[in-house]
């Protein structure tokens, strides 16, 4: 009863983010499962991936990528939750690969997307589990898993604390994978078999079977028309920290050029109008036409889907979301990239690979002020950076393989040779 409440009081908001994200025109109204084409032309009978963000919908590419190459018939269909992770999965143009938008999760849309697909599986990226979607699931034998399940230590103590509610839904899952050893006891307590579990690392940190961050030409003119200068990138940053951090890297690095690439690239004007009060000169990489050359001119990466390249271009990497909100963001693209890392307090999200890469030297982590200020001229230095990016590199070959270890838990084992 609680799930249509919820919906019509988001929904407002829910039509502006759509907006802002260019979500319509994208098919959207299959979120509600309303479909445009007959239901014939339809992939049945393939496994469904489920994203919801677009750092899932990146995984899941990676996963099916890798799965191809294991099983080249096979089919997917990729259903993601946002209209910038529709776009993304979209812009990729997997061959055989039919990205349509999840569904919410009212019993009627559920039944109408599993009666138009008929999925032979679905597998969770990270993300919820929805109660009608197991329920359903389990109605029709379908089995459901979980990929790449994290639990941050806050998250565990909330759902613990309504464990014997949750029990029931969870118990319903067929795989859970989990990124650390220790998660695995807190799936336990929400009633998933031990079985069932199993520990596979994180897709997110395998260095293998995913895109390497790449330098691109047309990406490394624009940064020639600002004269040659270190880079330093600040990605992924969140409301209030766009001018806060750019101002930490000019009274750190005067010479160098700073790169801001918002979370979201709809908060561009914002971005612009924060960075132009601090005093700077704010150009946007989808109207860029050239630089002057002048200390105050800042690049912003206002496009969705480029981060990942635009990193192999940086000198340094500041990590957003990490000073003046909760969760982080990714910094495994810049390890891949073999770029220093800086990063705030709050990683929440990404431990406990965060503090064993502050512990080990892999990464710098700063409050902020003049910390920040050092660990950015840190970060430049040639000496300090090739010792951070190798202790980096070493921690992360940790979930090497990660990628094949999941795909194993939907393949039969292979015979040996006779």
């Not at 032979?120 to 359903?136: F, K, N, Y």
């Not at 070959?397 to 015979?415: C, K, M, Q, Y």
Request: charged share 25%; with cysteine; aromatic share 8%.
């Amino acid at each position: 009863m609680a799930l249509p409440v919820l919906f019509f009081a988001a929904f407002p908001g829910w039509i502006v983010k759509m907006l802002r994200r260019g979500g319509f025109g994208t098919r959207l109204g299959e979120r509600a499962a309303i479909y445009r084409d007959p239901p014939e032309f339809e992939p049945c009978g393939t496994v469904h991936l489920h994203a919801v963000s677009v750092g899932e919908s990146l995984l899941a590419l990676k996963l099916i990528r890798a799965w191809r190459s294991r099983e080249p018939e096979r089919r997917f269909v990729l259903a993601t939750g946002t209209a910038t992770g529709h776009a993304v999965a979209t812009a990729a143009k997997v061959d055989d690969l039919r990205v349509t938008y999840a569904p919410l999760d009212f019993r009627s849309m559920v039944r109408r997307y599993l009666d138009r697909f008929e999925p032979s599986r679905i597998v969770l990226m990270e993300g919820e589990a929805w109660p009608h979607l197991l329920i359903e699931c389990e109605r029709r034998g379908i089995p459901v898993s979980l990929v790449n399940a994290r639990m941050s230590p806050r998250s565990a103590r909330r759902y613990r604390r309504f464990a014997t509610w949750l029990r029931p839904l969870f118990g319903r899952l067929s795989h859970v994978a989990v990124q650390e050893t220790g998660d695995a006891a807190v799936w336990r307590d929400l009633g998933v078999a031990p079985d069932r579990i199993r520990h596979t690392g994180s897709l997110k940190f395998d260095p293998g079977g995913g895109a390497i961050p790449v330098r691109r030409p047309a990406f490394q003119s624009m940064l020639d028309a600002f004269g040659r200068r270190p880079v330093v990138l600040a990605a992924s940053t969140h409301a209030g920290e766009d001018a806060w951090i750019a101002q930490a890297i000019r009274d750190a690095a005067p010479t160098a050029l700073i790169v801001l690439a918002p979370r979201h690239a709809e908060r561009r004007n914002e971005v612009a109008a924060e960075l132009a009060r601090a005093g700077f000169t704010p150009l946007l990489r989808s109207t860029f036409t050239h630089a002057s050359g002048d200390p105050s001119e800042v690049l912003v990466i206002d496009s969705t889907g480029e981060l990942r390249d635009w990193t192999a271009h940086a000198d340094a990497v500041i990590i957003g979301k990490s000073f003046l909100a909760s969760g982080g963001q990714n910094p495994t693209e810049a390890i891949l990239a073999n770029k220093p890392l800086v990063f705030g307090p709050h990683m929440e999200n990404f431990e406990p690979l965060a503090s064993r890469l502050a512990d080990c030297g892999g990464a710098i982590r700063s409050d902020g002020g003049e910390a920040l200020r050092d660990a950015i001229r840190a970060a430049l230095d040639p000496l300090r950076a090739s010792k951070m990016t190798a202790a980096a590199t070493a921690l992360i070959r940790s979930h090497e393989g990660a990628t094949e270890r999941v795909i194993d838990l939907f393949l039969p084992p292979e015979t040996p040779p006779k």
